[in-house]
């Protein structure tokens, strides 16, 4: 699995969108659309929970730390599906109790990835705040399709790209570019 952080903060707004055809009148899902800075063209759609919306309405308040998660496709010619997601700060103990149900200790600090590659051999301290990056977890919410990709030769910089364009708002629905891909080869 791939993941790239956004270095600079975005300003998000969120929109309930029209959603006639697309959920069924029944749904407990909302239409959503995201739009990054000032920009008038939506950057994210997606379907979400009544919850997801209250808790992304409180998070969203103030510029945010975006970043995009997917998996490299085997295949050059495949599309490539990500999710796009806001960067929210973890405490790396408290995550280990929690996954663990235990506190770790810190002679061993390979076990819950904090610390440099080499604490091992003493070069560096375990825990030190400046050498060890923040920890993070990506609180996934939208999907972003590239039908074709840009940067076959390098995929970090193809997720950095399709973030980049996606904030653009240059992105469109998935399925529409897929019909317009498809009478293209017509």
């Known amino acids: 699995m791939h993941v790239?952080?956004?270095?600079d903060e975005v300003r998000l707004r969120m929109e309930q969108v029209d959603g006639e055809g697309l959920v069924?009148?029944?749904s407990d899902l909302l239409p959503m659309a995201f739009f990054a800075e000032e920009n008038l063209r939506p950057s994210f759609r997606a379907f979400l929970s009544r919850e997801t919306v209250n808790a992304l309405q409180e998070m969203l308040n103030i510029p945010v730390l975006l970043g995009v998660l997917a998996e490299e496709p085997e295949q050059e010619s495949d599309e490539v599906h990500a999710m796009v997601g806001l960067a929210v700060p973890v405490d790396r103990q408290q995550l280990a109790e929690?996954?663990?149900g235990e506190e770790e200790e810190d002679t061993e600090p390979w076990r819950d990835g904090?610390?440099?590659?080499d604490a091992w051999r003493g070069d560096d301290e375990p825990g030190d705040p400046e050498s060890d990056p923040p920890a993070t977890?990506?609180?996934t919410f939208a999907p972003l399709v590239r039908l074709k990709?840009?940067?076959p030769e390098n995929f970090a910089e193809e997720l950095a790209d399709l973030l980049e364009s996606a904030l653009a708002g240059s992105t469109r629905p998935a399925n529409e570019a897929r019909v317009d891909r498809f009478l293209e080869g017509l």
Do not use: I, M, T
């Open 24 to 26: 069924p009148d029944d």
């Open 149 to 151: 990709r840009v940067h």
């Open 4 to 7: 790239y952080l956004k270095e």
């Open 114 to 117: 904090s610390g440099s590659d």
């Open 137 to 139: 977890a990506l609180f």
């Open 98 to 100: 929690q996954l663990n």
